[in-house]
């Protein structure tokens, strides 16, 4: 049984955060567990109002049976300016800084909860942790800024880092233009009580319809919205994006606390911001344990939740309880019990896809600098839609296809649902569908290897080389690195054939040579497009093929490039809007590859 409170603590300048605190009944000395979020505290906490705190802890970042089993004082906080908290909501609120003049940020508002509760909270130990997921996530690692001496330890899970290299707003400068309902529910009140809303069935014709994302944004009158207004006048990777990359900060941060950093191989939100983070601070380091870093075949949030398959892949076991149990529950303790033993985890701990085994590694990637057991190996685009790890030999090569920005690729069958977690939304999962149906588009392009006679295994983030010329002065390219299985597999018929994409993302074409200052492309000049997927830990198995696509539009998950170059696509007019020719090259001289992290047995 435990007792259910409510408190109201002041922060520095005299502002109020509404805190709902979960005691276990009875003579204590527990450590606490805090997560501060913007997605209401009091709903996180009391979604059945009984004496047990299991039924309560519904919310979407709360790892239910390490909390209750191990007996901790549970404590979520509302973020300043939502739900029962005062004050202004920014969304992921920068530091105190040239983006942020006020003197709070929520590095000071956490430093604060936590002074507040080891001086009010007489059942507690002194010892305070702190988790969370996705924007919670991000809420951990801003308290390590300057953190609490009370602070123990911190476990940021599928964290937005940064918004614009990869996490919930840009990828590689394209808008992830399904995003805008979050930003408008978000930002528009303070307890989410104004609502998007939409009279199409498929958000492909909502977006198509509207014209550009900051035409969409203006019909549903978002020029009101601070963060809205920022976002489309900073399309570029300014100042007002690079000062809050998360990153960035902790990279000139002394590290004080210990660090786990969880990452979904499968997160269709935040892909880039715990890897990101554990290259900024892992070579601080020194000891060897304080930064931890976890690897599972999850999709955004799911290592919370079950975790024996992800769509319709199937992994054999339980993984996301194996982490809680065995990865999580241990790494707490031994910071936040007294008198716990130090933990037995491993520097990496990755799921293995295709062998589907967890794996104890000492470093992340495998692919790495010198004396690591894995090499870049340059699978190459080839003639008549091949592919293959030898450097193509013809002179001059090239395939192209039509991209219409009247008729954007899909990024999914349609109809296509909004980006969100309601019942019987399937967007938690649509990275594992399967790419059978834009292989078949005109659209897209479509490259095999044969049938792998051995097993091809990857560790670390492929790095697309891609040389194309298109026929407009602007172009997206989406690539996409695809495990094909046999025609037939026996234990699960469903799965003969499948198209299982394990690592694909858009770069936008202005960004070619700097994030900072776009330019034009020259048109029809076959020239360099570099960037990377998104992490893999996978093996391909013999009998297995290997697929890359190439394609220039994936909608409406992320905006339209008119292929026409304009100072701010936000902005694109009907007229910008161009049809062009995209020729992607294979040749001896301009050869395009994908440059795989291949571990060697």
């Given at each position: 049984?435990?007792?259910?409170?409510?408190?109201?603590?002041?922060?520095?300048?005299?502002?109020?955060?509404?805190?709902?605190?979960?005691?276990?009944?009875?003579?204590t000395h527990s450590c606490m567990l805090l997560t501060r979020t913007p997605y209401n505290a009091k709903d996180l906490t009391s979604?059945?109002?009984?004496?047990?705190?299991?039924?309560?802890?519904?919310?979407?970042?709360?790892?239910?049976?390490?909390i209750v089993e191990d007996g901790y004082i549970r404590v979520v906080q509302d973020v300043r300016g939502k739900y029962g908290s005062e004050g202004d909501y920014v969304m992921n609120r920068p530091l105190h800084g040239p983006q942020n003049p006020t003197p709070v940020?929520?590095?000071?508002?956490?430093?604060?909860?936590?002074?507040?509760?080891?001086?009010?909270?007489?059942?507690?130990n002194g010892k305070v942790g702190t988790l969370g997921i996705s924007y919670d996530g991000f809420e951990p690692l801003m308290a390590l800024v300057n953190p609490h001496p009370a602070l123990k330890v911190a476990v940021p899970m599928n964290p937005m880092v940064d918004g614009w290299m990869g996490d919930d707003w840009f990828h590689n400068g394209a808008f992830r233009e399904q995003n805008i309902s979050y930003i408008?529910?978000?930002?528009?009140?303070?307890?989410?009580?104004?609502?998007?809303?939409?009279?199409?069935?498929?958000?492909?014709?909502?977006?198509?319809q509207a014209g550009s994302a900051g035409e969409l944004g203006h019909r549903y009158g978002m020029e009101q919205l601070g963060f809205w207004s920022k976002m489309i006048a900073h399309p570029a990777y300014d100042a007002f994006w690079s000062?809050?990359?998360?990153?960035?900060?902790?990279?000139?941060?002394?590290?004080?606390?210990?660090?786990?950093?969880?990452?979904?191989?499968?997160?269709?939100?935040?892909?880039?911001?715990a890897l990101a983070v554990y290259s900024a601070i892992k070579p601080k380091d020194t000891r060897g344990d304080m930064v931890k870093l976890v690897l599972g075949?999850?999709?955004?949030?799911?290592?919370?939740?079950?975790?024996?398959?992800?769509?319709?892949?199937?992994?054999?076991?339980?993984?996301?309880?194996y982490f809680r149990e065995q990865v999580l529950r241990?790494?707490?303790a031994q910071y936040l019990k007294d008198g716990a033993p130090k933990a037995d985890i491993a520097p990496v701990t990755a799921f293995e896809t295709g062998t589907n085994q967890w794996r104890r590694l000492d470093r992340w990637p495998l692919a790495c600098e010198s004396g690591c057991p894995a090499t870049s190996r340059a699978l190459y685009l080839q003639p008549d839609q091949k592919l293959a790890f030898t450097r193509p030999v013809a002179r001059a090569g090239y395939a192209e296809y039509i991209s219409d920005p009247g008729r954007p690729t899909p990024y999914r069958a349609r109809p296509i649902q909004p980006a969100g977690y309601e019942p019987g939304?399937?967007?938690?999962?649509?990275?594992?569908?399967?790419?059978?149906?834009p292989s078949g588009r005109t659209d897209v392009l479509t490259f095999t290897t044969d049938v792998l006679t051995a097993p091809v295994k990857i560790s670390g983030r492929p790095e697309v080389h891609l040389i194309a010329s298109p026929s407009g002065t602007d172009s997206d390219w989406v690539v996409k690195l695809i495990d094909v299985y046999p025609d037939q597999v026996a234990p699960q018929a469903e799965m003969g054939g499948y198209q299982l994409a394990v690592g694909m993302d858009i770069m936008r074409g202005r960004y070619r040579e700097s994030f900072v200052n776009p330019k034009p492309i020259e048109p029809n000049k076959p020239l360099p497009y570099r960037f990377s997927l998104p992490a893999n830990n996978h093996v391909f198995l013999p009998g297995h093929r290997i697929m890359v696509q190439v394609q220039s539009s994936w909608f409406p998950l992320y905006d339209r490039n008119p292929q026409t170059y304009v100072p701010n696509i936000f902005f694109a007019k009907p007229a910008d809007y161009r049809k062009a020719t995209q020729r992607i090259y294979f040749s001896s001289v301009d050869a395009s590859y994908v440059a795989l992290p291949v571990v060697e047995n």
């Open positions: 049984y435990y007792t259910f409170l409510y408190f109201i603590i002041s922060m520095r300048y005299f502002f109020k955060l509404h805190t709902v605190i979960l005691i276990p009944k009875g003579p979604h059945v109002h009984s004496g047990h705190l299991g039924p309560m802890l519904q919310g979407y970042d709360n790892a239910t049976d390490v940020d929520d590095s000071t508002d956490t430093y604060d909860t936590i002074d507040w509760l080891v001086k009010n909270v007489p059942e507690s408008y529910e978000q930002v528009a009140s303070r307890e989410n009580s104004i609502k998007w809303w939409s009279n199409y069935h498929d958000e492909y014709d909502l977006f198509v000062d809050q990359a998360l990153d960035k900060i902790l990279a000139a941060q002394p590290l004080q606390v210990p660090v786990m950093l969880v990452h979904s191989l499968w997160d269709a939100e935040d892909s880039y911001g075949p999850w999709y955004h949030g799911q290592e919370i939740e079950e975790g024996s398959a992800l769509g319709v892949v199937r992994f054999g076991t339980d993984t996301a309880k241990p790494f707490l939304q399937t967007w938690s999962i649509w990275l594992v569908d399967d790419q059978r149906e």
